[in-house]
Each structure stands twice: as C-alpha cells, then as structure tokens.
Nanobody, 121 residues
Framework: QVQLVESGGGSVQPGGSLRLSCVAS????????MGWYRQTPGKQRERLAR???????NYADSVKGRFTISRDNAKNTVYLQMNSLKPEDTAVYYC???????????????WGQGTQVTVSS
C-alpha cells in the first residue's frame, strides 16, 4: 500500500504565501508523476500542477506564474509553493501521485487526505 501525507496548509492574508508538502511512503518502486489539485464545495476538483520524475511541469492557467511545483525524488516528496495568494484560492488542496509499486507493474493512482488553505483578510 501507499500512503500520502500532506502538510503546510493554513490561513493567510491575500498576497501572502504558503508551501504545501506531500510525502509518499509505502511500497514504491517509482513515482512517474506527482501533482496538486484543489476543490471547493459544490465544484469539481481542479488540477493545478503536475511534475514528472524528470522535472517537466505543467500548470493550470489559474495558478500559472503564482504557484510552483517541485519534487524531491530521493524523499518521494512533492511541494507546491503558492505566492500572491487570492481569496479565490481558498480550497482544500490534494496531492495526487501515480506510483509504480514494482518494476513489473503498471502505475496506480493515489490521493492525499487534503489540506485546507484559507486566504482571507
């Protein structure tokens, strides 16, 4: 099994910054892709950013230029640096990873438990 533990959420004023972390542990051979999503009540989960094991990234237009995704492959950890936060960034943030548990298996997808980010004055 694979476990994802997120941290770094909290409350911040508009214009502020937060850094989210997500650590993957368990039966892991490799993690081809790691990403971050967010969700607000009544809305679909929104994909924010993805990063491959080689460091290629892509971002949603809503966060491009303000959020930066990175990863530490040695620690099986993905980060989301969030700058210039706006009230509309308020949401529950989830990490999402594609894990290969052995060299012979296909990838499986896992979600973190979510961490609340609140942007308010």
């Amino acid at each position: 099994q694979v476990q994802l533990v997120e941290s770094g959420g909290g409350s911040v004023q508009p214009g502020g910054s937060l850094r989210l972390s997500c650590v993957a542990s368990g039966s892991i051979f490799s993690i081809p892709t790691m990403g971050w999503y967010r969700q607000t009540p009544g809305k679909q989960r929104e994909r924010l950013a993805r990063i491959t094991s080689g460091g290629s990234t892509n971002y949603a237009d809503s966060v491009k230029g303000r959020f930066t995704i990175s990863r530490d492959n040695a620690k099986n950890t993905v980060y989301l640096q969030m700058n210039s936060l706006k009230p509309e960034d308020t949401a529950v943030y989830y990490c999402n990873v594609d894990v290969r548990r052995t060299s012979a298996t296909t990838t499986m997808n896992y979600w973190g438990q979510g961490t609340q980010v609140t942007v308010s004055s």
